[in-house]
């Protein structure tokens, strides 16, 4: 831990990435909250493979067209905010098996980045990065976007807090109370894909789920409103972000990776330890 501490006043990439640790634990909170109250982490775990879609359209685009301007997480967003209006509109107007969309945009959207990767000239080891999860190679453009995209996160949660928290605990009951659920309903798809962007700079995109859903669910065995509740997620993912970082700096290990274990491990041991306070 001294080694990791030394270190961070040192090297800009370290400080850099504790940055976007924060940045990224900021939406992980506020909508990890919603994902887990809703129970559609299986619709953010298609949006989240789809991002890899964008990334490496916007990556083929940039290398051999010369859209130089054109950065991997801006197709990561057009990608995860398509995918999420997919899987809304027609579960919702459609009425087809929700399910079979949501394996069907899982598979395309993966399907379609490796194609382009496959396209792209050269070995690209950021967009690898996305795939696996880097927060070391964050850069400050990453930074500014993250920033931006939790802007635009945190602002429609707080204005449209009760619209939303109605249609993730009853949206048929805030269909018959005349407000527009299923607009909302999308609205809430489309904060969960800027949100699955965000943490796939820090994780990458196999295992965003994982840290969209675990701080929260760990939050919930210490309150019941919604409110604190996101803070708490927040918090939590702050420290396991930070934690991961620390743990995996000495042993050189994947810090995305060690950052779920750790995840994991708080989660397990504080369900395990209200289910024990529960029957003493």
Not at 15 to 33: H, N, P, R, T
Not at 136 to 159: C, E, F, H, N
């Amino acid at each position: 831990m001294s080694e990791f501490l030394a270190a961070v006043g040192q090297y800009g990439f370290l400080q850099q990435a504790l940055v976007a640790g924060a940045l990224a634990s900021l939406a992980c909170g506020v909508v990890g909250a919603y994902v887990v109250v809703k129970r559609i982490s299986y619709i953010a775990g298609a949006i989240a493979h789809s991002v890899l879609g964008g990334m490496g359209a916007a990556r083929y685009l940039a290398v051999v067209h010369g859209w130089s301007w054109l950065h991997p997480l801006m197709g990561a967003v057009v990608a995860a905010l398509a995918a999420a209006m997919v899987i809304g509109l027609v579960s919702l107007k459609a009425r087809q098996r929700e399910d079979t969309i949501i394996g069907a945009v899982w598979a395309v959207g993966m399907a379609l980045g490796v194609v382009c990767i496959a396209l792209t000239p050269g070995y690209d080891v950021q967009l690898m990065s996305y795939l696996f999860g880097n927060i070391l190679l964050v850069t400050p453009q990453d930074l500014w976007l993250m920033g931006g995209l939790d802007l635009v996160v945190v602002a429609v949660a707080v204005l449209l807090n009760r619209q939303l928290l109605a249609v993730c605990f009853d949206q048929e009951f805030a269909r018959l109370r005349g407000l527009s659920a299923d607009m909302y309903y999308l609205l809430l798809l489309g904060l969960t894909a800027l949100t699955v962007v965000l943490l796939s700079t820090v994780v990458g995109i196999i295992l965003v789920i994982a840290l969209l859903t675990l701080p929260a669910a760990t939050a919930s065995n210490f309150a019941r409103r919604l409110g604190p509740i996101m803070v708490l997620a927040g918090l939590i993912s702050l420290g396991l972000t930070w934690g991961g970082l620390a743990l995996s700096y000495g042993p050189d290990l994947p810090a995305g990776a060690v950052i779920i274990l750790l995840a994991g491990a708080v989660y397990l041991l504080v369900t395990g330890g209200s289910w024990l306070k529960k029957r003493l």
